[in-house]
T-cell receptor, first 112, second 110 residues
């Protein structure tokens, strides 16, 4: 069973709101990732981290930020939500860069 | 940047029929991974292939990595309704994270 947790599971918010999506893992993995996925579509990398105080942008990261203050915690923040942010956000982790990823259950975000 | 394409995009089979999805990368990959995502769920890691020409089996699933390490395939023998979902291949990119393919959605008719 995956030991990576995402909250909330579902979220509906208004345009312009600031939101933080939580992701925590108890596996001690150094590498963590955020992907965005529209229903039935491919996953797009938003941010990734190779350890504490290490974060890098992916392909769709310009409107969000992340932090990695603790190994187990990798939150994603949208400063000002827009309807175009409506999507599923998936957090993942892996012990090394070449092992399979363990994904969380995702946060389904709707911005109205 | 690196692209990972999959075909077909969608396949509908009768239960008991075989199914194959193909994955092609624009660049040589050090390894390739396969994931399954059930409807409404999250991707679950199935397997990783590393060696050129490698073939691995998991029960009814057979995974192959091409000789040039730019393509891969997943073959399911005698599909079951439990095989329903979207199958993604993924390979590491220069950004040190996985690039996922476009996925193949499998529907199995009982």
């Amino acid at each position: 069973e995956a030991d990576i947790y995402q909250t909330p599971r579902y979220l509906v918010i208004g345009t312009g709101k600031k939101i933080t999506l939580e992701c925590s893992q108890t596996m001690g993995h150094d590498k963590m990732y955020w992907y965005q996925q529209d229903p039935g579509m491919e996953l797009h990398l938003i941010h990734y981290s190779y350890g504490v105080n290490s974060t890098e942008k992916g392909d769709l990261s310009s409107e969000s930020t992340v932090s990695r203050i603790r190994t187990e915690h990798f939150p994603l923040t949208l400063e000002s939500a827009r309807p175009s942010h409506t999507s599923q956000y998936l957090c993942a982790s892996t012990p090394t860069g070449t092992d399979g990823y363990t994904f969380g259950s995702g946060t389904r975000l709707t911005v109205v | 940047g690196q692209q990972v394409m999959q075909i077909p995009q969608y396949q509908h089979v009768q239960e008991g029929e075989d199914f194959t999805t193909y994955c092609n990368s624009s660049t040589t990959l050090s390894n390739i991974q396969w994931y399954k995502q059930r409807p409404g769920g999250h991707p679950v890691f199935l397997i990783q292939l590393v060696k050129s020409g490698e073939v691995k089996k998991q029960k009814r699933l057979t995974f192959q990595f091409g000789e040039a390490k730019k393509n891969s395939s997943l073959h399911i023998t005698a599909t079951q309704t439990t095989d329903v979902g979207t199958y993604f291949c993924a390979g590491p990119t220069g950004r040190r994270a996985l690039t996922f393919g476009s996925g193949t959605r499998l529907q199995v008719q009982p």
